[in-house]
């Protein structure tokens, strides 16, 4: 089993930057694939970014690249997800997420073993 916290919800201003960190316990390893979604009201749960825990790896949706950031941190068992420039439509809950299949099949089939709770950010105009 793995656990993902994400941390509570945010309000930010537009074109403003925000960072969200997940906590991972238990079989952090059993899951190489560690990334964030999220999901807009009334949408569907959409990917985000996905990084590899035991490599250098990071995979991004196309509309996100260069404007998000993610990175982990395995000695104290975190993910991150830096966002810049933030807008409205940015608005959403934020879910961590861990796959057994590793990175890449989350990036490609959005594969996901674990979730978090998620986490509200809502970003004002």
């Known amino acids: 089993q793995v656990q993902l916290v994400e941390p509570g919800g945010r309000l930010v201003q537009a074109g403003g930057s925000l960072r969200l960190s997940c906590s991972v316990s238990?079989?952090?390893?059993?899951?190489?694939?560690k990334g964030w979604f999220r999901q807009s009201p009334g949408k569907g749960r959409e990917f985000v970014a996905v990084?590899?825990?035991?490599?250098?790896?990071?995979y991004y949706a196309d509309s996100e690249k260069g404007r998000v950031t993610i990175s982990r941190n395995n000695a104290k068992n975190t993910v991150a997800l830096q966002m810049n420039v933030l807008k409205p439509e940015d608005t959403a809950v934020y879910y961590c997420?861990?796959?057994?299949?590793?990175?890449?099949?989350?990036?490609?089939?959005?594969?996901?073993?674990?979730w978090g709770q998620g986490t509200q950010v809502t970003v004002s105009s």
């Open positions: 997420a861990a796959s057994a299949r590793g990175a890449h099949s989350m990036a490609r089939f959005f594969s996901v073993t674990y």
């Open positions: 990084i590899r825990w035991s490599a250098e790896a990071e």
């Open positions: 238990g079989r952090t390893d059993s899951t190489d694939g």
